[in-house]
């Protein structure tokens, strides 16, 4: 039995920068009366709880049960026919809730809205795939990554993780390098939990350099047999290149003589 390390939330831990420090609210501007978007939220009438306009865009903020509705309005009433853009925001730590969000684009008068909503751990949310075909793999990478429920989805199954996959990565709980099953997962699934002891655990840190890997890919000139001790260092080897029948890259040539 592997030794259970507490999945608290470790991207809580800021380790580079200053905990206290919090970045600046984009500017809010009051929807303008007459225009584009102050209709598109007459429209849509007692579904919106809020709205204002942030970077040129309006956003709007519905109740979680309305956003079919909200979404099919703004399709079929206000020319927002393209939905661009759809995921969630955890914010379980701080509020107990996801922050779920639709990005949809209005192509003939070049305007944007943002439909934001929230629900809690244990709820879902509606499938919108029967207005946009496009929300169906946004919807799947939603329910892998995050573990949120779509109901009425044609297909909801991982979509970018294995099926039998343990926890969802974008949680913020999830450890940024993976936790104690990912770092088994592939030594089980190849060799057998057995090779465990053989083989060892995954290294999933991608900065990871090791200084004595003889197979030396990127040390282009001091490449080395693959066993190779260079302990003591390496001898530096000369680099040819290849002959061609357009350019012999082999040849000085004194602009190469002057840069050297």
């Not at 970018?160 to 592939?186: C, N, R, V």
Request: charged share 30%; proline share 4%; aromatic share 12%.
């Amino acid at each position: 039995m592997r030794k259970y390390t507490p999945k608290d939330n470790v991207q809580a831990k800021a380790y580079y920068t200053d905990r206290f420090w919090a970045a600046p609210r984009v500017p809010r501007e009051a929807v303008e009366e007459g225009g584009h978007f102050e209709k598109v939220v007459s429209a849509l009438g007692e579904s919106v709880k809020e709205s204002y306009i942030e970077v040129g865009q309006l956003v709007l903020h519905i109740a979680s049960t309305d956003n079919f509705a909200v979404i099919k309005t703004l399709k079929e009433v206000c020319g927002y026919t393209q939905c661009s853009e759809q995921s969630a925001v955890d914010y379980l730590a701080r509020d107990g809730e996801f922050e779920l969000f639709y990005q949809l684009l209005n192509v003939h008068e070049a305007k944007r809205v943002r439909v934001v909503c929230r629900i809690k751990k244990n709820e879902a949310i509606e499938s919108i795939v029967p207005l946009f075909n496009s929300a169906n793999f946004a919807e799947r990478e939603m329910f892998d990554m995050f573990g949120i429920q779509v109901n009425n989805h044609p297909f909801l199954k991982r979509i970018l993780m294995p099926d039998d996959w343990e926890g969802h990565p974008l949680l913020k709980t999830y450890p940024l390098h993976g936790d104690e099953f990912a770092s088994w997962y592939e030594v089980d699934k190849i060799f057998g939990k057995e090779y465990r002891d053989v083989i060892g655990p995954e290294n999933r840190d991608p900065a990871h350099i090791d200084r004595y890997d003889t197979k030396r890919f990127a040390r282009v000139g001091y490449e080395v047999p693959f066993g190779t001790d260079i302990s003591e260092g390496e001898t530096e080897q000369s680099i040819e290149y290849s002959e061609t029948f357009m350019v012999n890259y082999n040849k000085s040539s004194k602009q190469l003589d002057k840069r050297k």
